[in-house]
C-alpha cells in the first residue's frame, strides 16, 4: 500500500512540475526517437522547432487507436497482444539497456497505427535507470529462477534500495517464505502484479528506500500488464520478457551478467543442460539475438587467470558428456541387436559401476540427446559461428583432460570389451575385469 501511494505521489508530482516545459518534452522526444525509432515496429514522431516553444509543442500527427481499444485495432488487422508485445520488449530495451524510459505509457499515449506500429506520445514524464541497477534488476530475475534468496537480498545494495551497512539476512527468510509460495508454479506463470505486490510486503518490513526511477518503472510494467491482461487474462509478462532476459544473460559481457549466467548454468559441480537449452530456446526469439555471442561472455572467463575453477568444471563436464556419446551408441546399437545375442553381450552389465542401473543408462542417453539438441540450435541460427566454442576446445585439450577423458572412455570400451569375453568363455560374470 505504501509503495502503490508512494508512486501516486510521485507521478502527480513529476506531471505538476513538467506541465508548461514543452521544450524540454521536446528534447525527450528527440532523445527518445534516437534510442529507439530505428526499430521497425516503433513509431516516434518528429518535433517541429520552427513552430515549438515553452508555451507549445508542435509534432507529427499520428494516425492511430488507442491500445485498449481492441476492437478497432483488430477490424485493422492487426492484434492487440502482438502490439502488447512490442510495448514490452521496447519498455525493456527502455529500462535494462539504454537506461532511458517513457515513465507514463498509458493507453492515451500508445497508438496502434493502420501499418502495425506502436507509437509513442507524450514525452512530457520520462526518467533513467542508473547504470548498476539495469544490470542488477536483470541478475535480480536470475536470482529468483533459481531461488537464491540470498543473492535477491545482496541485490537490493546495487538497486540502491538499502545503504550498505543495513544488514539483509533478516530479509532473506520473508523473500523466501513469499516466493516459495508463489513459486509453487514456474515463474513465467506469474503475472507481474503478483510480484510486485509481494515485493511490497517485504519492503514494508523493513528499512527500504524505494528510488525515484524503481517506482517508475513498476508503474509503467503495470501499465503494460493491464492493457495485456484486458486484451488476453491468461497473458504473462513475465513469460513475454523471458527471451529478451535469456538474450542479454547469453550475450552482455557485463561481468554482473556475466556470473549470473555462471551461476545460472553451473550448480553443485554440474553443468545444468536443461538451463543452457532453456536459455537458446527463449533467446532465439529476441529479434536481436546473436549465436555468434552467445555464451562468448563466459567462454572468455575459461581462459582467464581466474577461469580455473569453471576450467576444472567443464573438464569434468566434458568427460561426462563423452561418457554419455559412448554409452548412448552402445545402446543404440544394442537396439538392433538380435535377442540372443544381447543376453551374450551384455548379460551382467547392470552390476558394473557404469552402468548401474536402468535409470542411470537413461540418464546417459537424455543427456546425450540433450546436447546434441543444444548443437543443432546453435547450428540453426544464422550467424552461428563454430568457432565460438574454440574456449571449450582448448581447454578440453589441455594435456590433464585428455588423459582423464581418455582413460574414462577408453575404460568403457575395456570393461565393455571384458564382458563380452567372459561370456564368450563362459567365465562369471562376477569376475574382476
Known amino acids: 500500500m505504501l509503495l502503490h501511494l508512494s508512486m501516486s505521489l510521485l507521478v502527480e508530482s513529476f506531471k505538476s512540475s513538467t506541465t508548461c516545459r514543452f521544450l524540454q518534452e521536446g528534447k525527450n522526444a528527440k532523445r527518445f526517437k534516437k534510442l529507439y525509432a530505428d526499430k521497425e515496429d516503433i513509431l516516434v514522431p518528429d518535433v517541429f522547432w520552427d513552430y515549438t516553444s515553452?508555451?507549445?509543442?508542435?509534432?507529427?500527427?499520428?494516425?492511430?487507436?488507442?491500445?485498449?481499444?481492441?476492437?478497432?485495432?483488430?477490424?485493422?488487422?492487426?492484434?492487440?497482444?502482438?502490439?502488447?508485445?512490442?510495448?514490452?520488449?521496447?519498455?525493456?530495451r527502455q529500462l535494462l539497456e539504454y537506461g532511458y524510459f517513457h515513465a507514463d505509457p498509458h493507453p492515451g499515449n500508445l497508438l496502434a497505427t493502420p501499418e502495425g506500429k506502436l507509437a509513442f506520445l507524450d514525452f512530457g514524464m520520462m526518467s533513467e535507470t542508473p547504470e548498476e541497477a539495469r544490470y542488477a534488476i536483470i541478475g535480480h530475475v536470475v536470482h529468483l529462477v533459481n531461488r537464491d534468496y540470498e543473492a535477491m537480498a545482496q541485490d537490493y545494495y546495487a538497486l540502491d534500495f538499502l545503504s550498505r551497512d543495513v544488514d539483509v539476512s533478516p530479509i532473506v527468510p520473508a523473500l523466501r517464505n513469499f516466493f516459495d509460495d508463489a513459486l509453487d508454479y514456474t515463474v513465467s506463470e506469474l503475472n507481474f502484479k503478483t510480484i510486485v505486490d509481494g515485493l511490497g510486503n517485504v519492503l514494508y518490513q523493513y528499512p527500504f528506500n524505494v528510488p525515484a526511477y524503481y517506482a517508475l518503472i513498476l508503474r509503467s510494467l503495470t501499465v503494460l500488464e493491464g492493457l495485456a491482461l484486458y486484451a488476453d487474462p491468461n497473458f504473462k509478462v513475465l513469460a513475454a520478457s523471458y527471451p529478451y532476459f535469456a538474450k542479454r544473460l547469453l550475450t552482455d559481457p557485463n561481468p554482473y551478467l556475466r556470473d549470473a549466467l555462471i551461476e545460472l548454468l553451473f550448480k553443485d559441480g554440474k553443468f545444468r543442460w536443461n538451463r543452457l537449452e532453456n536459455l537458446l530456446v527463449q533467446g532465439r526469439k529476441d529479434r536481436d539475438f546473436s549465436a555468434k555471442e552467445a555464451l562468448q561472455p563466459a567462454l572468455k572467463v575459461l581462459l582467464s587467470p581466474d577461469g580455473e575453477v569453471l576450467r576444472n568444471l567443464v573438464i569434468k563436464e566434458a568427460v561426462r558428456v563423452s561418457e554419455a556419446f559412448t554409452l548412448g551408441t552402445i545402446s543404440d546399437t544394442y537396439q538392433y541387436v538380435p535377442v540372443f545375442l544381447r543376453t551374450l553381450v551384455l548379460n551382467g552389465i547392470a552390476k558394473e559401476p557404469l552402468l548401474t542401473s536402468e535409470t542411470e543408462r537413461q540418464s546417459m542417453i537424455e543427456l546425450r540427446d540433450q546436447v546434441i539438441r543444444i548443437w543443432r540450435l546453435l547450428q540453426s541460427s544464422n550467424d552461428f559461428d563454430p568457432s565460438i566454442l574454440l574456449p571449450i576446445l582448448q581447454v578440453v585439450q589441455q594435456p590433464e583432460a585428455r588423459k582423464l577423458g581418455g582413460r574414462v572412455v577408453g575404460g568403457i570400451t575395456q570393461r565393455l570389451a571384458a564382458r563380452f569375453l567372459l561370456q564368450v568363455l563362459g567365465a562369471p560374470t562376477t569376475a574382476s575385469t
Not at 508555451?55 to 497482444?81: F, M, S
Request: net charge negative; with cysteine; hydrophobic share 45%.
Open 54 to 92: 515553452a508555451k507549445v509543442l508542435t509534432i507529427d500527427w499520428v494516425d492511430g487507436v488507442k491500445l485498449n481499444e481492441q476492437e478497432a485495432i483488430e477490424r485493422q488487422g492487426l492484434n492487440v497482444l502482438d502490439l502488447v508485445n512490442t510495448g514490452i520488449q521496447c519498455s525493456l
